[in-house]
Antibody, heavy 120, light 107 residues
Framework: EVQLVESGGGLVQPGGSLRLSCSAS????????MHWVRQAPGKGLEYVSA????????HYVDSVKGRFTISRDNFKNTLYLQMSSLRDEDTAVYYC?????????????WGQGTLVTVSS | DIHMTQSPSTLSASVGDRVTITCRAS??????LAWYQQKPGEAPKLLIY???SLESGVPSRFSGSGSGTEFTLTISSLQPDDFATYYC?????????FGQGTKVEIK
């Protein structure tokens, strides 16, 4: 079955750190760009970060630049998001998303999401 | 940055109704426009890409049109399973910005 399964979310204090993981199965993970998209409670979708299929090229939205690091292990079929210096406004469901083969920013497979709550 | 604006924000409709949602881009995105459906508690699901191409497995009652800066998503006959929030997304530039969403509610 083609799927993405996130893990690692939870409650963390402001200024703390958390690492999200996303396990991919059912497709050739190393052939696809991957992304993280988040959704604050009751809000819309916000693009967070992207990584190329080979892991060489990474990109971040300005609000997380310098605090979040995206990475991948193509041998373990796993995508990561290391989050540090977390802020209240980072509270959201974080979705792991697979890029379309032809269009890097078109999202054709989403994980179920993992909730990150930043609160004291 | 390209800004995407959807209208309306909320739409009340009945089963069987024809429903149209509009998405406007702050600058031309050619046909690089996608539509996603999100049901409560679930992840978004790709419905339409390249403005009018139906993703595999999506019912034919969904259709998309438009190019440049103005796009529409049409549901020809609303079904109970279609009550959800719909998002447009441009993928013309690197950031793939989303619209704010349109919630389709039961009238």
């Amino acid at each position: 079955e083609v799927q993405l399964v996130e893990s690692g979310g939870g409650l963390v204090q402001p200024g703390g750190s958390l690492r999200l993981s996303c396990s991919a199965s059912g497709f050739t993970f190393s052939s696809y760009g991957m992304h993280w998209v988040r959704q604050a409670p009751g809000k819309g979708l916000e693009y967070v970060s992207a990584i190329s299929s080979d892991g060489i090229s990474t990109h971040y939205v300005d609000s997380v630049k310098g605090r979040f690091t995206i990475s991948r292990d193509n041998f373990k079929n796993t995508l990561y998001l290391q989050m540090s210096s977390l802020r209240d406004e980072d509270t959201a469901v974080y979705y792991c998303v697979k890029a379309h083969l032809r269009y890097f920013v078109l999202f054709d497979l989403w994980g179920q999401g993992t909730l990150v709550t930043v609160s004291s | 940055d390209i800004h995407m604006t959807q209208s309306p924000s909320t739409l009340s409709a009945s089963v069987g109704d024809r429903v149209t949602i509009t998405c406007r881009a702050s600058q031309s995105v050619s046909s690089w426009l996608a539509w996603y459906q999100q049901k409560p508690g679930e992840a978004p699901k790709l419905l339409i890409y390249k403005a009018s191409s139906l993703e595999s497995g999506v019912p034919s009652r969904f259709s998309g049109s438009g190019s440049g800066t103005e796009f529409t998503l049409t549901i020809s006959s609303l079904q109970p399973d279609d009550f959800a929030t719909y998002y447009c997304q441009q993928y013309d530039n690197y950031w793939g910005t989303f619209g704010q969403g349109t919630k389709v509610e039961i009238k």
